[in-house]
């Protein structure tokens, strides 16, 4: 989204810092794919199933019911495997607010499966607890 833009400071910091190398630099060898981190990649399973709910949030909650819980299972599941991939290169902090992002998505995930239930107020939740971490680990 737009928004992402001001948020990914550190990305931009990097940018205005580059400097090319010297002409007669070797460089390492270009590759067509690179290696994306498991976490990474789990991670970008979960956006791509959240910009999917947040279209259909985004109609009150007009859309197709197994699609929605597809994708709220979705992020149940990426939640969880990116407790399990955080390993010990992530501090304490980043495993007890995924452990939060977890119980907030499980709670939205029954909301989407029976009707009445809040899910407005669980996606807004979860997408405060995700924008606290990526706040605080991914934009800088």
């Known amino acids: 989204a737009a928004s992402d833009v001001y948020k990914r400071q550190g990305l931009?910091?990097?940018?205005?810092?580059f400097a090319a190398p010297p002409a007669d630099a070797e460089l390492p060898k270009l590759v067509s794919q690179s290696a994306v981190p498991?976490?990474?990649a789990a991670m970008a399973e979960l956006d791509r199933a959240s910009?999917?709910?947040?279209a259909i949030a985004k109609v009150g909650w007009e859309g197709p019911a197994e699609?929605?819980?597809?994708d709220a299972?979705?992020?149940v599941e990426g939640l969880r495997e990116?407790?399990?991939l955080s390993g010990e290169e992530h501090d304490a902090r980043f495993r007890e607010w995924l452990a939060?992002?977890?119980?907030?998505?499980?709670?939205?995930?029954?909301a989407v499966?029976?009707?009445g239930e809040p899910r407005e107020r669980l996606w807004r939740e979860l997408g405060q607890h995700c924008s606290r971490c990526h706040a605080a680990y991914r934009d800088r």
């Open 38 to 40: 498991p976490l990474a």
């Open 12 to 17: 931009w910091r990097d940018v205005a810092a």
């Open 82 to 84: 990116s407790l399990r």
């Open 73 to 75: 299972t979705i992020i």
């Open 51 to 54: 910009d999917r709910v947040a």
């Open 67 to 70: 699609s929605l819980e597809a």
């Open 100 to 110: 939060d992002s977890i119980a907030t998505a499980e709670h939205f995930l029954v």
């Open 113 to 115: 499966k029976q009707p």
